[in-house]
């Protein structure tokens, strides 16, 4: 399957600094990306839909002055997280959608964020 | 009633049992089904996806689809040690988001 990378897999920060967190589609272009949150032993939870070139789609109740999604490339979609705080803390993982493969969707590896 | 429904478990079983996974779903709409298996602080790893009602068999995983019933099911043959993760299925349809269950967290003792 297609691979997707996330930079980087861990991450500790104090309180009030912002994290970016990078995620690439390595042998494909997706034209959307998505990042999603997953807190211990639930599901992932979608955060926002990234496409290339314009703004990302935000689910409900996620703030996006405080999760600012940028999909600049066809490969790359940035997430950072802006005045992190301990609730932040959490398991981030993006996703990229391959549009020539039946729109199959394949995952990063995660980002595990722990804010001080 | 959320979209996808999908037994959290946990389900322990020992090695070389056949293990059974299912989701119901309310959507009708949903035109594609996957499986994916999460290793603990991993991503999801996609192990299965289908578009039609019917089997798809690869290696010991076989995903079902029941359109009709709105259920799809993994089946997994001489499970393994390796094979102790947790499930997720989604589906979605058209270009739409993928909607997930919940997970099953599966052991396969050894």
Redesign the interface.
Known sequence: GAVVSQHPSRVICKSGTSVKIECRSLDFQATTMFWYRQFPKQSLMLMATSNEGSKATYEQGVEKDKFLINHASLTLSTLTVTSAHPEDSSFYICSARDPFSYNEQFFGPGTRLTVL | QKEVEQDPGPLSVPEGAIVSLNCTYSNSAFQ?F?W?RQYS??????LM?T?SSGNKEDGRFTAQVDKSSKYISLFIRDSQPSDSATY?C?M?QG?Q??V????T?LTINP
């Open positions: 594609y996957m994916y602080r991993k991503g999801p790893e996609l996806y578009y997720l989604a979605f270009a988001k993928l997930f269950g919940q997970g967290r």
